[in-house]
């Protein structure tokens, strides 16, 4: 390895810091908690029906920090408990209208975030970033349920041809 690979890599990292500070700062700060409340809101959001096992895998929580989690989200308001279709055993989760509100104020100071940082670029730039962004998630994404961690504060409306579910396919 190079210097000059060694720089790349080392700026590479403190970019992706920036950014997930960037991005874990706004989103908190919509969220009615610090910590993952803003990325269990924004999943539930996107999967309507999702499971407290898998909100527990993609926040890399403890079963009872899951609900534990989802007992505060439930009693703010922001979301609500119903038997899974499939097996009325199993518990599903849906954001309240709310939550929705939530979810939509988490994703908006996300989205200002990240157009705040890249605003350095122009337009050319900007698409050959986000050409490499997508093609380096393809490269990362390994299972389904790290599909679900990497995209766990991702706005699903604007990702229509997602990088990571392309990968799963």
Do not use: W
């Not at 505060?72 to 509100?101: I, K, M, Q, Y």
């Amino acid at each position: 390895m190079s210097m000059t690979d060694s720089r790349i890599e080392n700026v590479i990292g403190a970019l992706a810091l920036a950014f997930a500070d960037t991005l874990q700062r706004d989103a908190q700060a919509k969220a009615p908690e610090p910590g993952p409340a803003a990325s269990a809101i924004t999943l539930i959001g996107h999967v309507p029906g999702l499971s407290i096992e898998r909100l527990r895998r993609a926040l890399s929580l403890s079963h009872s920090g899951t609900v534990r989690l989802v007992d505060r989200l439930v009693a703010e308001g922001l979301a609500a408990r119903f038997s899974a279709p499939d097996d009325h055993r199993a518990v599903a989760l849906r954001l309240t209208p709310l939550g929705e509100t939530t979810c939509s104020a988490i994703l908006s100071a996300r989205q200002k975030g990240l157009a705040s940082a890249l605003a350095v670029l122009n337009q050319e730039e900007l698409q050959e970033f986000g050409n490499l962004a997508a093609k380096l998630l393809r490269g990362l994404v390994g299972t389904e349920d790290h599909a679900y961690r990497i995209c766990r504060l991702c706005n699903y409306t604007a990702c229509l041809d997602c990088p990571v579910e392309a990968e799963l396919a």
